[in-house]
């Protein structure tokens, strides 16, 4: 090993009375940024640019619940096969008069889980509702494997309402509305939002 990298050197030509210095060939850049860096191991560069994507991070959930919900997205997390196995199944988001969202695909079961919403900002509490779904699916999931929790989907249903609305109206100029009208009228509240 030693005499390859002898025989490298001896092709390295220093200017004497020069500083030596590194340089990073990324990209034209002569200055190692991290950015570069990451583009460059990540296979997919354009994925976390899709509008999917754009509106996931703009969702007013905390960021370690939007990178759990990336995780999701980007197929990282092994959920189809674990939660069904493990029998933590939600059947339906009644409370927001969603009776059924398909796909089994993450990416499209994101980007299929809206409605006709008059406004932008309604768009994104619906996108955090989603986010708040998968991450409390996630940490049920977790308390049942790793605290021999049991399987309970009504608690799931309560735990993303209470996540929800602790997101959403700390985040939101304009969210005054109660714990109880968050509950009672979804949409409604959905409205406030700006």
């Known amino acids: 090993m030693a005499d390859q990298l002898s025989q490298l050197l001896l092709g390295a030509g220093v200017a004497p009375g020069e500083d030596d210095s590194w340089i990073w060939k990324d990209g034209g850049l002569q200055t190692f940024i991290v950015s570069s860096a990451y ?32 995780r999701v997205l980007e197929n990282k997390l092994a959920t ?11 059947e339906s988001l009644r409370w927001l008069g969603v009776l059924f969202v398909s796909h089994i695909e993450p990416k499209f079961n994101f980007d ?14 619906w996108n955090t509702i989603w986010v708040g779904v998968v991450s409390e699916i ?15 989907a009504s608690e799931v249903f309560a735990l993303v309402q209470v996540k929800v609305w602790s997101w959403v109206s700390t985040n939101s100029r ?15 509240c959905m409205r406030l939002v700006s």
């Open 39 to 70: 583009n460059l191991v990540r296979k997919d560069k354009e994925a976390d640019s899709s509008p999917i994507f754009r509106k996931l991070w703009r969702c007013k959930a905390v960021p370690s619940e939007a990178l759990t919900a990336w």
């Open 80 to 90: 189809r096969v674990n939660l069904s196995r493990r029998g933590v199944l939600i």
């Open 112 to 125: 299929q889980f809206r409605m006709n919403l008059p406004s932008e900002s309604v768009h994104i509490v």
């Open 138 to 152: 996630w940490s049920h999931r977790n308390r049942i494997v790793f605290k021999r929790g049991v399987t309970d």
């Open 174 to 188: 304009l969210a005054s509305f109660s714990f109880s009208d968050w509950c009672l009228e979804p949409m409604e």
